[in-house]
């Protein structure tokens, strides 16, 4: 019986969603409330491995089990054996070959920046604070030149291991709302702080102490020409897309706008 699910976690204090030897992921702790549940065959498959402090809205995940139980037991059971950290907020039966990584069509994160005046004490782990004004007319037009298949060589982690640099993103939106600029972005897959170092870029760009373009970043496909890595506090994973099945999943900006308005102040 394959299940496949959507979970949401504030990762926060969890060295990120991969198992890891000697560390406190969102992966063990998952698997672990499944296990109390029902026996599990394998390791659970997941369709994006997020870092240490970011959080996911939409993370998607498969596993298998001979047990037979209904839906409701799995997903009651499931969550009754979670932190308040973590929630299953839904689960579905899938076709018997579905893998939540490789069948993924296209993954999208949104990274929030908060640009108020004064410290967002009761948002600090959920947003990059920047208290420098912003030419965001400008990254946004600078953040044209990432969309479509690009070398991201220039935006790659000192850690990447991927061999092919080639990306495709297939949409990136900066949004202002009130105190908060929330960068919207799809693409096929991504390469180790892509998107953080794409962020970080920008931000650098709308602040003035980058001169180059993102074009010249690009065709540098140098990790020097480009900015600063943004903060993994601010970055939240969204969702995933997918041709073989269709899932109940909440990855609305808005949504993420409003839990951050409510928890501004």
Same mark, same amino acid.
């Given at each position: 019986m394959k299940l496949v699910g959507v979970c949401q976690y504030d990762g926060s204090n969890y060295s990120g969603f991969q198992s890891q030897t000697n560390a406190n992921a969102i992966q063990d702790v998952l698997e672990r409330a499944i296990s109390s549940v029902g026996k599990l065959n394998d390791r659970i498959?997941?369709?994006? &491995?997020t870092d240490a402090g970011v959080h996911a809205v939409g993370q998607v995940f498969d596993f298998s089990s001979p047990d037979l139980r209904k839906i409701d037991q799995w997903l009651k059971g499931i969550n009754s054996n979670l932190p308040p950290s973590i929630s299953v907020i839904s689960l579905q039966k899938g076709p018997n070959d579905f893998h939540s990584r490789f069948d993924a069509t296209s993954r999208s994160y949104g990274f929030v920046l908060y640009t108020g005046v004064t410290r967002p004490v009761f948002l600090r782990n959920y947003v990059q604070w920047e208290q420098q004004n912003l030419d965001v007319h400008l990254m946004r037009s600078e953040a044209t030149y990432l969309e479509g298949t690009h070398n991201f060589n220039a935006f790659r982690g000192s850690k990447c291991i991927a061999k092919n640099p080639? &990306?495709?993103?297939?949409?990136?939106?900066?949004i202002e709302r009130d105190n908060f600029l929330i960068f919207y972005i799809s693409a096929n897959a991504y390469l180790y702080n892509m998107v953080r170092i794409i962020v970080g870029t920008l931000i650098d760009i709308g602040k003035g102490v980058m001169k180059q373009s993102v074009i010249d970043v690009l065709d540098s496909q140098n990790r020097k020409f480009a900015g600063r890595t943004a903060q993994s506090n601010g970055l939240f994973f969204l969702g995933s897309s997918y041709n073989k099945i269709k899932l109940d999943q909440q990855n609305d900006l808005l949504n993420l706008y409003n839990f951050l308005r409510i928890n501004e102040n």
């Open positions: 498959n997941f369709s994006g &491995r080639n &990306r495709t993103i297939k949409a990136i939106e900066i």
